[in-house]
T-cell receptor, first 109, second 118 residues
């Protein structure tokens, strides 16, 4: 089983839709969690960290379920500019980041 | 303007040639990393450095070498021993090493170098 798994995608959604990304991780000792966004042929950029209590930044909401070893990212009212690949990243204390393979999103006009 | 720079943007390697990718940061970050990304795959760690004059192998270090003589710089050499070097190479840095946790381990990436084999 891979350390970090994500929905295979791609997701094609119309503008204004709500879209949810799912991520599961295998190491129960994981302690830091992030969502990165990567545009085509560009570097990944931090979208948001994921906290145990869940956190929201505008149209974006991240949730963490430690018991199920599951992370989610919800995008509401999606915009054309949200089209990108979304990477789930997990960190275990004393080790290095583990990146998921990413889920590609295309928001259609 | 603080940030991470990588050069060149595109690099072509001939058979049997060693090539060096540059990575510079002026963020005063202690930790630096090199990743490789292949199409449709996640980032894989090549080498990382938590402090000047020290570095460790990542998951796919074979065929690569690094140095960390200055805090700001972490060049990556792709040697002729790397048989499949075509990929997108990403350099990253963080205030503290990823292993430290505590909230300051967030990594910031440079724009990347695309390496192609002739």
């Amino acid at each position: 089983r891979k350390e970090v798994e994500q929905d295979p995608g791609p997701f094609n959604v119309p503008e204004g839709a709500t879209v949810a990304f799912n991520c599961t991780y295998s190491n129960s000792a994981s302690q830091s969690f992030f969502w990165y966004r990567q545009d085509c042929r560009k570097e990944p950029k931090l979208l948001m960290s994921v906290y145990s209590s869940g956190n929201e930044d505008g149209r974006f909401t991240a949730q963490l379920n430690r018991a199920s070893q599951y992370i989610s990212l919800l995008i509401r009212d999606s915009k054309l500019s949200d089209s990108a690949t979304y990477l789930c990243v997990v960190n275990v204390y004393g080790q290095n980041f583990v990146f998921g393979p990413g889920t590609r999103l295309s928001v259609l006009p | 303007d603080g940030g991470i720079t990588q050069s060149p943007k595109y690099l072509f390697r001939k058979e049997g040639q060693n090539v060096t990718l540059s990575c510079e940061q002026n963020l005063n970050h202690d930790a630096m990393y090199w990743y490789r990304q292949d199409p449709g795959q996640g980032l894989r760690l090549i080498y990382y450095s938590q402090i000047v004059n020290d570095f460790q192998k990542g998951d796919i270090a074979e065929g690569y070498s690094v140095s960390r003589e200055k805090k700001e710089s972490f060049p990556l050499t792709v040697t002729s021993a790397q048989k499949n070097p075509t990929a997108f190479y990403l350099c990253a840095s963080s205030i503290v090493p990823a292993a430290s946790g505590g909230g300051q381990e967030t990594q910031y990436f440079g724009p990347g170098t695309r390496l192609l084999v002739l």
